[in-house]
């Protein structure tokens, strides 16, 4: 397909680099991006990072190549509904936009704290968007007493790092053992959380905050499960990611909020699990199957992976999904916290072993090899970015665990359980 119409629903990172995909492919024809934000597409990991500590304003985050990418743009618009039979967008204010393909990468959205109304105390913050840092931004500079997160994820931990550079106080609450204990596993979880209690973290973990209490309209405490009370009158929640589906309630797409299922050719699938070859899906709102993990279902929060599946998406839409191939990029992840950055290759989802197979933690400088029955499915390097690209190949095999890389001077990597939580049914 070289002419017609193709339409983008979500002007983010997946939705701008699929469309450049498309130009790059030869696409000719008309090209709508449709985003719900009134902002041009800019980059999300630096909310967490250098916006909240202040070094980069919020507006300066626009991606590049937003200026010369031929499009049209609605922004400010969302996508309302679908109607497949007809291949029209519908979006708010009535417009209807016909088109021969659909990119949808409407990605997600923060988990809100569940109860309404203390989710709008003032002081409360969720931290997703380019507004939701420059709200939150404003609200440290206004220097509050204690700053409470919710929950100890990469964002949380990204979001505590960033603040506790500004000199505040910060507590933060996950009721798992260990910080990123669900992507990394307590052992490397267990690591983390030294480092977060060494910059002066107060960190509880084990418990959780059953109930946000505010006076006159401004958040002010934290109960936690255990009894305890926390003050705060600034709480982050950061508790996960629920995926933009709910525009396509009627379609007849398999979507839900775990994301809009999809072929390895990226094309979303209906509730019968038949591919739709007009409408296709990346980013963090797809779910697809991922052979490393023997075709289960995925759906990652991943930079990279939204940046590789757009492309690929793009080019199943232009030649077809036999002449794109399976989609199957290894996954990539990185995070900046705690004067760490952090890597990690593969899926560790359901991994039995971990072990360090080069540097040493008590150096801050390490990577450790994640096992499954044996075989190598995952790796993640700490301050040691260098040395992940050698365990691609070995993640992609599946080579036996512990892959053997490294010095002759290494010590043999002694495998421990990495104590992550139990792998979901699929
Ligand atoms: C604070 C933060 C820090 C991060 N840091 C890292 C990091 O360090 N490393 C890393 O690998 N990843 C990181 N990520 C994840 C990464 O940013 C995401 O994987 C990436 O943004 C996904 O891009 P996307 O385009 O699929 O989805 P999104 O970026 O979520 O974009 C989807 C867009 O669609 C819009 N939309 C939703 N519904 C509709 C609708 N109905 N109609 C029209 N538009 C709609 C949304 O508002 C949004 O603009 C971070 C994410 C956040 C939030």
Known sequence: MRDGTIVVAGASLAGLRGAEALRAGGFSGRLVLVGDEPHLPYDRPPLSKHVLTGEIAPERTTLPGVGTLAAEWRLGTPAVGLDRAGRVLLLAGGERLPFDRLLIATGARARPWPEPAAAALAGVHTLRSRDDAAALAAA????????????????????????????????????APS???GAL????????????????????????????????????????????????????????????????????????????????????????????????????????????????????????????????????????????????????????????????????EGADAVAIVQGDPR??????????????????????????PAYEGAIREGAPFPPITGGADQPRPKPVPPGLPAPQPA
């Open 185 to 348: 596993g307590q052992v490397i979880g267990g690591f983390v959380a030294g480092r977060m209690e060494g910059a002066g973290i107060d960190l509880r973990t084990g418990t959780e905050v059953t109930r946000l209490e505010g006076e006159d309209g401004r958040v002010r405490r934290a109960r936690l499960a255990d009894g305890g009370t926390i003050p705060a009158d600034l709480v982050v929640v950061a508790l996960g990611a629920v995926r933009n589906t709910d525009w396509l309630a009627g379609s007849g797409l398999d979507a839900d909020e775990g994301g809009l299922s999809c072929d390895r050719a990226c094309r979303a699938l209906d509730e019968a699990g038949r591919p739709d070859d007009a409408i296709f899906a990346a980013g963090d709102v797809a779910r697809f199957p991922h052979p490393l993990d023997g075709d289960r279902p995925v759906a990652l929060e991943h930079w990279g992976n939204a940046v590789a599946q757009a492309a690929h998406a793009a080019r199943a839409m232009l030649a077809g999904p036999e002449a794109a191939g399976p989609y199957a990029e290894v996954p990539a992840f990185w995070s900046n916290q705690f004067g760490l950055t952090i890597k990690s290759l593969g899926l560790t």
């Open 140 to 175: 440290l500079a206004a220097r509050p007493e204690r700053v409470l997160i919710l929950g100890a994820g990469f964002l949380g931990c990204e979001a505590a790092s960033s603040i506790r550079a500004l000199g505040l106080p910060v507590t933060v609450v996950d009721p």
């Open 363 to 388: 150096s801050a400088r390490f990577l450790a090899a994640y096992g499954r029955e044996g075989r190598t499915v995952a790796a993640v390097s700490i301050n040691a970015g260098r040395w992940l």
């Open 179 to 181: 910080p990123l204990a």
